[in-house]
C-alpha cells in the first residue's frame, strides 16, 4: 500500500511538472507569438490608413486646385506611423526581453525539477526511516519478549529510546533537507538580479 502511494506521489510530481511545461509554454506563445503578430497586424492596417488618409487629403487639395509642390513620403509615413504603433503597443520592449524569458523559463523549470527530485528523496527516505524503526521495534519488542520481559518498564524505556533515535535522525535529516531546499531556491534570487542589471 505504501509503494503504491510513493508510486503515486512520483507520478503527481511528474504530471505536476508537465502542466507548469504547459501553461508557462502556452503564456510563452501567447506573449511572444500571438500577441505581436496581432499587434503587426492592428499596426499594420493603421499605418495603412494613415498613408491612404495622406493620399486622399493631397489628392482632395490638387482636385481642389490647390497645386502641391512636393509630394508626402508616403513609404515614411507608413513606416514612421507602423513605428510609433508598435512602440505604443510595447512589442519593441518584449521583442529585446525574449531571450530573457527563455533563459528564466529554463533555469526555473530545472529548479523545479531539482526542488520536486529532493522532495521525492526526502519522503522515500522518510518513509524507509518509519519502515525501519517499525522493524526494530518489532525486534525489540520480540527479544524482550524472548527474555520474559513482555509488559516491563525497560521494554517501555527501550522501546522509546528506539523511538527518540528515529525521531532524532528525522530531524537532522528535515533540517538538512530544508537547507538544500532553500540553497535550491537561492540562486534565482541571484539570477533576477543579474537579469535587473543587464
Known amino acids: 500500500m505504501k509503494r503504491i502511494q510513493i508510486e503515486v506521489k512520483g507520478n503527481k510530481a511528474i504530471f ?6 504547459i501553461i508557462v509554454g502556452a503564456v ?3 506573449w511572444y507569438e500571438w500577441r505581436p503578430s496581432r499587434i503587426r497586424q492592428e499596426c499594420f492596417s493603421k499605418a495603412t490608413e494613415e498613408k491612404e488618409n495622406v493620399l486622399n487629403i493631397e489628392n482632395n487639395l490638387v482636385l481642389g486646385g490647390f497645386p502641391l509642390t512636393k509630394r508626402a513620403d508616403y513609404e515614411k509615413i507608413f513606416e514612421d506611423t507602423y513605428s510609433s504603433c508598435i512602440l505604443e503597443k510595447g512589442l519593441e520592449k518584449t521583442k529585446n526581453n525574449m531571450n530573457s524569458l527563455i533563459i528564466l523559463t529554463i533555469y526555473g523549470v530545472l529548479v523545479v525539477i531539482s526542488l520536486w527530485e529532493k522532495i521525492r528523496n526526502y519522503s522515500d527516505w522518510l518513509n524507509k526511516s518509519k519502515e525501519n524503526e517499525e522493524i526494530e521495534l518489532q525486534k525489540f519488542t520480540n ?3 524472548s527474555r520474559g520481559f513482555a509488559q516491563s518498564g525497560q521494554r517501555n524505556q527501550g522501546e522509546q529510546r528506539i523511538k527518540d533515535n528515529f525521531a ?3 530531524r537532522k535529516k528535515r533540517r538538512k533537507h530544508i537547507k538544500e531546499l532553500a540553497w535550491s531556491i537561492i540562486p534565482i534570487d541571484v539570477f533576477f538580479k543579474n537579469l535587473r542589471d543587464n
Open 143 to 145: 527479544e524482550m519478549a
Open 168 to 170: 532524532f535522525k528525522r
Open 28 to 30: 510563452w506563445f501567447y
Open 16 to 21: 505536476i511538472t508537465v502542466l507548469l511545461l
